[in-house]
């Protein structure tokens, strides 16, 4: 489904190949799976599908770290499925930091399992406190003989309550602020770990609170060096925001090949409504929106495929403008379908529901936006 042509400059004939492949298994396998009725379906659907895609091998490009291929792969599963969507993102999310830390015991702990999809993976940040701001993260790791001591509250954690492991930022020395903050790989049965309680949202999508009350983890749980960990952070979230711009393109293709097929088939008053000016217009505006969303994107990926080594520019500009673009591509859809658009069983209303989070998760538009406009001022006074 995926117009490759728009992107193809940014792309090697092995990512047109994979985008076919990826494309192709999504429309055979995830399309006709029934969106679930409610949330414990939803988890229930989420770990099946985490199998599926695993043993698909869909995961690679985490592991081979082709931001450009996580993106393809993102794109066919958000058109097809936002939840396989969600599943891929959380198995990036959880993985990618363990990865780049470097600490070999720990990766062949993890990753080889993430990337079979026979461990769920979860990325702990965001607290009651700690959202935008998440420097301000309040969740202890207190030195303790030869490990370390967890105490503290993360919210709004994806796939809280069915992750086999939790990649979690904690505060070694709250005095240093950001620069006191560290990450942790903690399995899900550790103990002192606690699922708190689901939160449930209008789209499928395993979210909830989890709480550390003295867990007890070992020095070696600790990814990098005692500090490292918000860099760390970032560093994961600059190369994985190019992939929600990804996935939010994939969500956009879908809503206008449906918008498309519904504007040709369609008679209204004698005519078909794709020969009404106002919906022309629409479609128009969609279809250059998207375009202009997926150069964006793959343009971030690729500087970062070749070698660039911040993205926080053009990451920024990419997830801010393809989630903002797709929200309204995705609504124009649902007015151009009209009483169908929001049938709850459309494919269209399911987008309606799972687009709005993108320009909410992993960094806000504000956000975004915040961070582009620093980029240029520091710039501008020749600060790199
Ligand atoms: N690589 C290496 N270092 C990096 C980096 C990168 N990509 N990005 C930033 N850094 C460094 C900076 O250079 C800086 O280092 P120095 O202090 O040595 O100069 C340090 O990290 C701190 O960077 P900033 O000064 O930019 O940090 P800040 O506190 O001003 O950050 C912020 C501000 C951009 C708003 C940041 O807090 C942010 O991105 N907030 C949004 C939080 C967010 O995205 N949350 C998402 C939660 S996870 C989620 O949503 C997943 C889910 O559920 C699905």
Redesign the pocket.
Known sequence: MPESTAVRAFLTDSHVALAARVTEYAAQELVPLPEPPDDAAARAQARELLGRLGQAGWFAPIGDLDLRAACLVREALAAASPLADVVF??QA?GTVPILLAGDRALQSRWVPAALAGRAMAS?A??EPEA?????AIATTARRDGAGYILSGTKT???NAGIADFYTVFASTDPAQG??GISAFVVAADAPGLMFVRPLVLSAPHPLGEIAFQDCRVPASSRLGAEGAG??LG??T??RLRATVAAAACGMATRALHEAVAHATRRRQFGRTLGEFQLIQEKLARMATDLTAARLLTYRAAWEKDRGAE?V?LEAAMAKAFATEAAQRIVDDAVQILGGRGVLASHPVDRLYRAVRALRI???TTE?QH??VA?QLLKQAKGVR
């Open positions: 993102a959380l999310l990325f940040l965001t959202g935008s701001d998440a420097a709004f954690i994806s950001n620069k918000f860099k970032l560093a979230l600059d911040r926080t998760y992993e960094g956000i915040l961070i620093g």
